[in-house]
T-cell receptor, first 111, second 115 residues
Framework: SQQGEEDPQALSIQEGENATMNCSYK?????LQWYRQNSGRGLVHLIL?????REKHSGRLRVTLDTSKKSSSLLITASRAADTASYFC???????????FGTGTRLTVIP | SQTIHQWPATLVQPVGSPLSLECTVE??????LYWYRQAAGRGLQLLFY??????ISSEVPQNLSASRPQDRQFILSSKKLLLSDSGFYLC??????????????FGDGTRLSIL
């Protein structure tokens, strides 16, 4: 399966700490995307990183991609209680168009 | 700006009843449209996608169907619901033509419970 797998499944940290979530996948990809989902809501796109990129930043978010290891990480710096949500990685397989989502990391930021 | 509307937010239906969920997008033309289902505590499973009016692709065999009667309208239907159809249904859109390289934008979902 092309589906990404996030690690850890759940993460609980104190406000102000950094949160790191990892994603592994199985086949070559065009790009990898990270999404956030608040409980009971739709997903919100965070960052898209292409297969020829190694790192991207957006505000307090930093995403890395290692295609040799077929893995990506999402770092949220200086976390806030409002960052509490589930975070999903999704991959687009080389030669395909559809997104395959992982099962997500549930992040809880304690005020 | 672009917006996506999905309704209803929650729905409780008996087994064997029909289903119609609607999704509309505003502020863009020729969007790619998607229906996903999310089981509790899980990732998303792509059900259908559409790159244009009356152009529907199905990803998994199931009890559901999709239609796109207008450019920015996507409908998920069933003639007879099964217990296994329960879940959280999400509609999304992306800009074309290379939709695999574009972010997807999601509606707020419909929580469907089958009794």
């Amino acid at each position: 399966s092309q589906q990404g797998e996030e690690d850890p499944q759940a993460l609980s940290i104190q406000e102000g700490e950094n949160a790191t979530m990892n994603c592994s996948y199985k086949t070559s990809i065009n790009n990898l995307q990270w999404y956030r989902q608040n409980s009971g809501r739709g997903l919100v796109h965070l960052i898209l990183i292409r297969s020829n990129e190694r790192e991207k930043h957006s505000g307090r978010l930093r995403v890395t991609l290692d295609t040799s290891k077929k893995s990506s990480s999402l770092l949220i710096t200086a976390s806030r209680a409002a960052d509490t949500a589930s975070y999903f990685c999704a991959t687009v397989q080389t030669g395909a168009n559809n997104l395959f989502f992982g099962t997500g990391t549930r992040l809880t930021v304690i005020p | 700006s672009q917006t996506i509307h999905q309704w209803p937010a929650t729905l409780v239906q008996p087994v064997g009843s029909p289903l119609s969920l609607e999704c509309t997008v505003e502020g863009t033309s020729n969007p790619n449209l998607y229906w996903y289902r999310q089981a509790a505590g899980r990732g998303l499973q792509l059900l259908f996608y559409s790159i244009g009016i009356d152009q529907i692709s199905s990803e998994v065999p199931q009890n559901l169907s999709a239609s796109r009667p207008q450019d920015r309208q996507f409908i998920l239907s069933s003639k007879k619901l099964l217990l296994s159809d329960s879940g959280f249904y999400l509609c999304a859109w992306s800009s074309g033509p290379s939709f695999g390289n574009q972010p997807q934008h999601f509606g707020d979902g419909t929580r469907l419970s089958i009794l």
